[in-house]
Structure formats: structure tokens, C-alpha cells
């Protein structure tokens, strides 16, 4: 199975700040790669999939990049409800592995 | 607009089976692929397995195989996740989500999610 490793596992932040969450794949995942957001008691919201496409409706300040095995979520400037927890997913293999989770927290 | 309610809390003992449903609206299921996640306390997002509402084919994560058996009624628009040989370690949030295709089907993202069900087992 293709393993997602993110980094990092958490992350403390300030409202305006740019952050970067990195994932990476055990192997080459061209850029079938998807980013979701998950707040405590709710289920996951999907943010970008194939890597760089922007949900419809999700803000512009939610950005990704990359292919192959390195991939990228930014976020340019945090908002309060920016805070939770954020998890790549890959769907090249039908085993539609996701990482382990990043939790943004508040500084 | 699309929703998928899921049924509610269940608690179990070691060794029984569960059963959850996830009640699809606003688009047609046969059209869409369903899977399930799940998520124990505190930890990330687990896939188990894909069904087909169109037929019935599944395909299960190689850990659930054996333990694992999901099943749709189109009358209903309801796909079900039934997991056996409960053990304290499956207590967890099972969700549904709706695989939705991009790329010409390359590419699958899951767009719409259920509520979540908590299943407790514990003897």
C-alpha cells in the first residue's frame, strides 16, 4: 500500500499568519492527491483535490502544490476558523490511503 | 442538496456485530460509488472499503477483509457497513463519504460525508 506521511503532525499558529503542511507519498502518486479539513465532532470537508484544485467554495487562501510524491497545502494568511485539523489523501491506488494529520493550533 | 444521514450511536460487546446505514438524498445513488472511514478516538481517518450502490461490488481494505461486509438498497437509497468480531480497538466514528470522480475517473475525491457514527464496544 502506498503510505502519506505529513508533516508537521502539529503546528502552532497566529490569525495572519502563512502556513505550509507538507505530505509525502511512498511512491509516485502523479497528482492524485486531496486535501480535507476536519473540526473536533465534525466529519472531513474536502479543501483541493488533484493536488491544486480549489473546492468550490472553499476560500482562495487555501492553496496546493506538487507532484509525484511531494505535495503542499498553504494557507496565506490564517483566520480563526482556519484551526483544525488537516489530512492529505492520496487517490492513485485503490487503497485511497490518507496521512496521519496536521493540527493547526492557535499560538 | 446532497446529504447522507447516518444512523445512530450503537454500543456493543466484544465479539458482536454492527450494523450502520447511511441514508443517501439529492442525487441518485447508482450513481456515485460509496465508502466508509473510519476514525478511532483521537487519531486520523482509517478507509475500510468501496461499494458500488450499482450492483453491489465492494472492495474491502485489506485489514477489514473477513470482518467487513457493506451492502446498498436502492429502493431506500441506503448503503450499509456491517463490522464483525468486534474488538475494544474498533471503537471508532464510522462515516460514509461519496466518492465523486474527476479527470475522466482517474481521480477520486470524497465530497459529501455523513454525520459520523460512534460505535463503543465494550464489554
Known amino acids: 500500500d502506498i503510505q502519506m506521511t505529513q508533516s508537521p503532525s502539529s503546528l502552532s499558529a497566529s490569525v495572519g499568519d502563512r502556513v505550509t503542511i507538507t505530505c509525502r507519498a511512498s511512491?509516485?502518486?502523479?497528482?492524485?492527491l486531496n486535501w480535507y479539513q476536519q473540526k473536533p465532532g465534525k466529519a472531513p470537508k474536502v479543501l483541493i483535490h488533484a493536488a491544486s484544485s480549489l473546492q468550490s467554495g472553499v476560500p482562495s487562501r487555501f492553496s496546493g502544490s506538487g507532484s509525484g510524491t511531494d505535495f503542499t497545502l498553504t494557507i496565506s494568511s490564517l483566520q480563526p476558523e482556519d484551526f483544525a485539523t488537516y489530512y492529505c489523501q492520496q487517490s492513485f491506488s485503490s487503497s485511497f490511503t490518507f496521512g496521519q494529520g496536521t493540527r493547526l493550533e492557535i499560538k | 442538496q446532497v446529504q447522507l444521514v447516518q444512523s445512530g450511536a450503537e454500543v456493543k460487546k466484544p465479539g458482536a456485530s454492527v450494523k450502520v446505514s447511511c441514508k443517501a438524498s439529492?442525487?441518485?445513488?447508482?450513481?456515485?460509488?460509496m465508502h466508509w472511514v473510519r476514525q478511532a478516538p483521537g487519531q486520523g481517518l482509517e478507509w475500510m472499503g468501496i461499494i458500488n450502490p450499482s450492483g453491489g461490488s465492494t472492495s474491502y481494505a485489506q485489514k477489514f477483509q473477513g470482518r467487513v461486509t457493506m451492502t446498498s438498497d436502492t429502493s431506500t437509497s441506503t448503503v450499509y457497513m456491517e463490522l464483525g468480531s468486534l474488538r475494544s480497538e474498533d471503537t471508532a466514528v464510522f462515516y460514509c463519504?461519496?466518492?465523486?470522480?474527476?479527470?475522466?475517473?482517474?481521480?477520486?475525491?470524497?465530497?459529501?460525508w455523513g454525520q459520523g457514527t460512534l460505535v463503543t464496544v465494550s464489554s
Open positions: 439529492g442525487y441518485t445513488l447508482t450513481n456515485y460509488y
Open positions: 511512491q509516485s502518486i502523479n497528482s492524485y
Open positions: 463519504a461519496r466518492g465523486n470522480y474527476y479527470e475522466g475517473r482517474s481521480g477520486t475525491l470524497f465530497d459529501y
